[in-house]
């Protein structure tokens, strides 16, 4: 049973930077794509960036130039660098498998508010 714990948001001014870190406990094989998910108040959950097995990543328009997506298969762990936020990238932000194959659990997520 894979389990993630989402960490690093926080509340951050426009312009701002975060980086938020998935710890995945269980094994996931590195050959499974990953993404990070955010989910605004009243919205859909939706797919912000993911990552495959040979470093092959995609992010949503909004965000390409701005968000960088890594991960680090030794540690089982998902990171989202998260620069020039603005305040439509409020959120709770998720990690979990992308592309085909179904999701594993959701975590509880970790809130980034962008707020002055």
């Known amino acids: 049973q894979v389990q993630f714990v989402e960490s690093g948001g926080g509340l951050v001014q426009p312009g701002g930077s975060l980086r938020l870190s998935c710890a995945a406990s269980g094994s996931i094989s590195s050959s499974i794509m990953m993404g990070w998910y955010c989910q605004a108040p009243g919205k859909q959950r939706e797919l912000v960036a993911s990552i495959g097995w040979i470093g092959n990543t995609y992010y949503k328009d909004s965000v390409k130039g701005r968000f960088a997506i890594s991960r680090d298969n030794a540690k089982n762990t998902l990171y989202l660098q998260m620069d020039s936020l603005k305040p439509k990238d409020t959120a709770v932000y998720y990690c979990?498998?992308?592309?085909?194959?179904?999701?594993?659990?959701w975590g509880q997520g970790t809130q980034v508010t962008v707020s002055s």
């Open positions: 979990n498998r992308a592309g085909t194959g179904g999701y594993y659990s």
